[in-house]
């Protein structure tokens, strides 16, 4: 009777050892990753992809909590945040504060961006070659623009006469680029924007497409002008040095694999939700309208958008950026990413 015993525990133990050996392995390294806008939106969905590539490809050696929403660190605090360690990983938009990235701000500039994979692309090969100096407190785990900005309007805008004094909602750049085409901008959130247009504060919102669905917007934008493209906004997704430095050499090359490949999905992602939204929008309102420019009037508005371009030049080639070859790289970028990612 002992022995059998003794055999069972034998046994017992043989196995508990198997299931111990056998276990998933538990993550050894924990992160955070602070996001600002609502978890549906793109930004957001970037940042789930990024988590669930990671996870696999440390083979759960790296867990990531995503904080989506602001939940963590908000658009105003978010890069000094990471830098702080509030969080281990941030993404910012970093057109939403002019002057403090200079290089990337290159990329914001009206430069008729055809999707947002090609300006995604472009951004991140620049940050590549010329590593900002704005950057050197972070690492820099990808960068991506959403898509290029265009009408979305209450009434059609086919001509410069149209657009004149028409109160469109716009945000950074946009701003500026609305004001020299002689619209009357105005600057407010994202989330603002459906009840100013159910109130009529605003005649139209310039931005991205795919808030025609995301925010609803084309219940009451029922015209869109549509080969504008008239800027993007460019976001970079920053880790804490520290922590960084912290981490095992495999882990690392798991991130800076990423880098490149996480660009340009995110573009491809954003640019297919592009096309699903104004879908959409056909098939929901039946008297939804897009228009195109002619290349004559196309050439109107970006002749009016010059000074920007020359103002950007002149303005950080004095302090000592070299503007000019910051600007051919990104139009050498963009001729050849638009032959590969332009359907």
Known sequence: M???????????????????????AQAQIK?????????????????????????????????????????LLNPKNMFDGVIAGTADIGCLATSYQPGAFPVVEAVDLPLGWPNATVASVTLWELVDKYKPKEFEKVKVLTMFTCPPANIM????????????????????????????????????????VPEALQKGVIKGNVSSMEVLKDFKYAEYCRHVTS???????????????????SLPDDVKKVFD??????????????????????????????DFQM??????????????????????????????????????DVMKLKDKYSKEYVK
């Open 291 to 328: 228009y195109t420019l002619s290349k004559e009037e196309l050439a109107k508005w970006y002749a009016l958008l010059k000074p920007m371009m020359d103002k950007y030049l002149k303005d950080y080639e004095a302090k000592g950026l070299p503007t000019k070859a910051i600007l051919d």
């Open 153 to 192: 309007s209450m009434k059609a805008i086919r001509s410069l006469s149209d657009i004149k004094g028409y109160e469109l909602r716009a945000s950074g750049t946009g701003a500026k680029i609305l004001e020299l085409l002689g619209a009357a901008p105005v600057a407010m959130p994202q989330s603002d």
């Open 227 to 245: 080969n504008v493209n008239l800027f993007v906004v460019s976001f970079a997704v920053v880790m804490n040095q520290a922590k960084w430095n």
């Open 31 to 71: 992160l955070s990753y602070a996001n600002f806008p609502p978890a549906p939106t793109f930004p957001c969905v970037q940042m789930e992809r990024w988590k669930t590539e990671v996870e696999k490809r440390t083979a759960g050696k790296v867990k990531v909590d995503t904080y989506p929403g602001s939940t």
């Open 257 to 286: 694999d990423l880098r490149r490949e996480q660009a340009i999905w995110t573009g491809q992602y954003v640019d297919d939700h592009v096309n699903n939204a104004i879908k959409w929008s056909k098939e929901t309102y039946k």
């Open 2 to 24: 002992r022995k059998k015993s003794i055999s069972i525990i034998v046994a017992f133990a043989f196995l508990l050892g198997v299931g111990l050996w056998t276990a998933p």
